[in-house]
């Protein structure tokens, strides 16, 4: 699971659309091209702070969907996985198919960004699980047409790209026939409230309709990192143009016995607003 699970800073009020031209965060228009040079940076940048501080909760071959700890084991979302290949779309350091690979599945590990490929390899080396990886854009996905039979993301590559429509084409078109792409984002309600863990996150301050990028800047006003928006209905229009029928959608509980906040993530927030949306679709 290659995201942060709200990485961003939040400012008081970051969504005043423009933001700060010098080295602030707001909200305004980006491309595919900047939205791909800002996640890639911003990733092998923060990739070593990220696994050392989250290295813990995600472990070395752990799957889980998002931070109510969902984990695939139990939610079963992707079927049967062994002897099946599977690619792992924005894969971070390939926790999630390092998992896979131990239950008999034939994985490939999907990244923007050297650095955190770079951890999966550390990781591989020592718990003696080689998993295959390849850097490389989810939009432009390297790989011959019916190369999968399973695909998924665990906020993975969706949500950092203004080509979410372009990402489930390009994952179809990898798919064989009667193969399932499972992707699992920031419950898109959560972008109407503050990203506050506490109880100032439980008021809606913005407009869920407003698509508009989250952009934090340099100083020179480039994007060093972008978050893009979609309403679920948007999500599943996208799903269904691809060619996708939807066959399911998780929003997982926050579990009692989990007290861990991360970001915007707490048990204050996941206990009254769904956090994470998991969509479950196959192709014909």
């Not at 020592?126 to 999968?148: K, N, R, T």
């Not at 959608?249 to 927030?269: K, Y």
Request: charged fraction near 25%; include cysteine; aromatic fraction near 10%.
């Amino acid at each position: 699971m290659s995201e942060p699970w709200s990485a961003a800073s939040f400012d008081d009020d970051p969504w005043e659309a423009g933001g700060d031209a010098a080295g602030g965060v707001g909200r305004r228009e980006v491309g595919p091209a900047e939205s791909v040079r800002a996640g890639r940076s911003w990733w092998d940048a923060n990739a070593d702070e990220y696994q050392a501080e989250h290295g813990d909760f995600l472990g070395d071959a752990r799957f889980v969907w998002g931070p109510e700890g969902l984990d695939e084991q139990d939610a079963q979302l992707l079927g049967d996985v062994e002897g099946r290949r599977i690619l792992e779309v924005g894969a971070g350091a390939a926790q999630c198919a390092r998992n896979l690979a131990a239950r008999g599945a034939y994985p490939v590990a999907l990244d923007l960004s050297y650095r955190q490929l770079q951890h999966s390899r550390r990781i591989d080396a020592a718990v003696g699980l080689d998993v295959p990886v390849i850097q490389a854009d989810a939009a432009a996905l390297p790989f011959a047409d019916e190369s999968f039979d399973t695909a998924f993301s665990a906020y993975g590559a969706l949500p950092f790209s203004p080509e979410g429509a372009k990402i489930m084409r390009e994952v179809h078109r990898v798919l064989k026939p009667g193969g399932r792409w499972v992707f699992s984002l920031t419950h898109p309600i959560r972008w109407a409230f503050p990203d506050d863990p506490g109880e100032g996150g439980l008021t809606a301050a913005y407009s869920y309709f407003d698509i508009t990028p989250y952009v934090e800047e340099d100083e020179d006003g480039h994007a060093t990192y972008v978050e893009h928006h979609r309403t679920l209905g948007m999500r599943v229009r996208e799903a269904a143009a691809a060619g996708f029928r939807i066959v399911d959608l998780i929003e997982p509980e926050w579990p009692e016995a989990l007290t861990q906040v991360w970001g915007g993530w707490s048990p204050t927030r996941g206990r009254k607003l769904p956090g994470t949306a998991i969509f479950v679709c196959d192709k014909d």
